[in-house]
């Protein structure tokens, strides 16, 4: 059975702390890769809101909801910013025949500093908090660096 291919449309979200410390994961397919939560619309008429709570779940076992226990969805902050930038080649296979453009939209989540996180291990292996100009230096895409420089301009505190 053939896999489906990725929706050129997904979400990237700044898993940040009201001090401006910013969670970065690493990539498990590419040492050295670090980034931001990111991922792809599971299908076309998914909301962007319900692709990050799912995305921030997946990748760091973070849960965004209003029941108890969970980060509010509140905390949650859709930025209305959207980057588009060429897939790279390495991963285009994921995509339908000559997709080679995605459009990437942002978010930001507050969360306590001490917050578990549980990576999925096909997708990340390893996890580091830093101050946010250290994280975007530390990002392997410019789209992901640029988004958390923005941070201290779209903080929400709670």
Known sequence: MNKPYKIPESVLVVIHTADLDVLLIERADKTGYW?????????????????????VFEETGIVVSDAPGAVPLH???DWHLSNIYEIYPVWRHRYAPGVTKN??????LLVPRTIPITLAPREHVDHIWLPYREAADKCFSPSNAEAVLQLPKYLRRP
């Not at 980034?35 to 995305?55: C, I, M």
């Not at 459009?103 to 930001?108: A, D, L, N, S, Y």
């Open 35 to 55: 980034q931001s939560v990111t991922g792809s619309k599971d299908s076309l008429d998914e909301p962007f809101v319900e692709t990050a709570v799912r995305e």
């Open 103 to 108: 459009t990437e939209h942002v978010f930001g």
């Open 75 to 77: 905390h949650l902050t």
